[in-house]
């Protein structure tokens, strides 16, 4: 019973444990692959920050942001969720304890992905980042990634309304 309940008390503490890995692929500027022991990949979406898409405007830097920060380097990761595609959600540390979201956001890389985090200054430092007209704040008229997903969908579904 005391076993049991040490593995009861201990799981979160191994479930959110800091891991580490080498960033070997930038998928885009919030997902990164990394090379675990025994020569495992994993695949992280970013905490806490929702990069412009692939097809968006700074997309492409938002992505050349990330790799400049950390590919090639270990990073250290604690996981917070599973996203709706299956995707480990991470916090990311790298070069002495950066936090690899928040420095997306200050760079105006990223917006802060405010329905899915509780760390209020994130959002100060966003609006600092606009202040600056820093990265993709230097568009006054950025639409925000999860926007921009919404009105593709939307697009698809009308192009199979039209179809039919």
Same mark, same amino acid.
């Given at each position: 019973?005391? =076993? /049991?309940?040490?593995?009861?008390?201990?799981?979160?503490?191994? $479930?959110?444990?800091?891991?580490?890995? *080498?960033?070997? &692929?930038?998928?885009?500027?919030?997902?990164?692959?990394?090379? /675990?022991? @025994?020569?495992?990949?994993?695949?992280? =979406?970013?905490? +806490?920050?929702?990069?412009?898409?692939?097809?968006?405007?700074?997309?492409?830097?938002?992505?050349?942001?990330?790799?400049?920060?950390?590919? !090639?380097?270990?990073?250290?990761?604690? +996981?917070?969720?599973?996203?709706?595609?299956?995707?480990?959600?991470?916090?990311?540390?790298?070069? @002495?304890?950066?936090?690899?979201?928040?420095?997306?956001?200050?760079?105006?890389? !990223?917006?802060?992905?405010?329905?899915?985090?509780?760390?209020?200054? $994130?959002?100060?430092?966003?609006? #600092?980042? *606009?202040?600056? &007209?820093?990265?993709?704040?230097?568009?006054? #008229?950025?639409?925000?990634?999860?926007?921009?997903? *919404?009105?593709?969908?939307?697009?698809?579904? #009308?192009?199979?309304?039209?179809?039919?």
């Amino acid at each position: 019973m005391k =076993r /049991l309940m040490l593995v009861y008390l201990l799981f979160p503490v191994f $479930l959110f444990s800091q891991t580490t890995g *080498k960033v070997i &692929k930038i998928s885009d500027g919030d997902t990164i692959t990394l090379l /675990l022991k @025994g020569n495992q990949q994993k695949k992280l =979406r970013l905490a +806490e920050v929702d990069c412009p898409e692939s097809g968006q405007a700074f997309g492409k830097n938002a992505k050349q942001f990330t790799a400049a920060q950390v590919f !090639g380097k270990t990073v250290s990761f604690v +996981e917070t969720n599973t996203d709706r595609y299956g995707r480990s959600v991470a916090k990311v540390y790298y070069d @002495g304890g950066k936090y690899l979201s928040r420095e997306l956001i200050k760079a105006g890389m !990223g917006w802060w992905y405010f329905s899915y985090s509780k760390d209020a200054s $994130l959002g100060k430092i966003q609006e #600092n980042a *606009k202040l600056k &007209k820093a990265g993709l704040w230097q568009d006054k #008229n950025a639409v925000a990634p999860w926007e921009y997903r *919404k009105m593709k969908q939307e697009l698809r579904n #009308n192009k199979r309304i039209d179809r039919v």
